[in-house]
């Protein structure tokens, strides 16, 4: 199933930036829909963002609408979240994830990374 290694993470202040990235690997990194998803502690997973394979369609969450850009680069098997204006609910483990399904968005996703740790803290 490939290789999903999230990084960029960190301790932020509240209204701060932080860039997530995403590096694809095994897989056709170009025909898949690729999201963002979000575990805050004690919570459970919570979809945050998604892109299709080209690029061309976004969505977010309500929750980050108008503060979180997904983009993702197919030449480099990469996928990103820039994240302004942070809240201290948005502290959670950010995963990226894959769609079960080739050149489509079916919201059906699977994640297998380790995850990257966001902190919203004064």
């Known amino acids: 199933q490939g290789q999903l290694v999230e990084s960029g993470g960190g301790l932020v202040q509240p209204g701060g930036s932080l860039r997530l990235s995403c590096a694809a690997s095994?897989?056709?990194?170009?025909?898949?829909?690729m999201y963002w998803v979000r575990q805050a502690p004690g919570k459970g997973l919570e979809w945050v963002s998604l892109i299709s394979s080209g690029g061309g369609n976004t969505n977010y969450a309500d929750s980050v609408k108008g503060r979180f850009t997904i983009s993702r680069d197919n030449a480099k098997n990469s996928l990103y979240l820039q994240m302004n204006s942070l809240k201290p609910e948005d502290t959670a483990v950010y995963y990226c994830?894959?769609?079960?399904?080739?050149?489509?968005?079916?919201?059906?996703?699977?994640?297998w990374g380790q995850g990257t740790q966001v902190t919203v803290s004064s």
């Open positions: 994830a894959k769609d079960r399904r080739e050149k489509t968005i079916s919201y059906d996703y699977h994640y």
């Open positions: 095994g897989f056709t990194f170009r025909s898949y829909a």
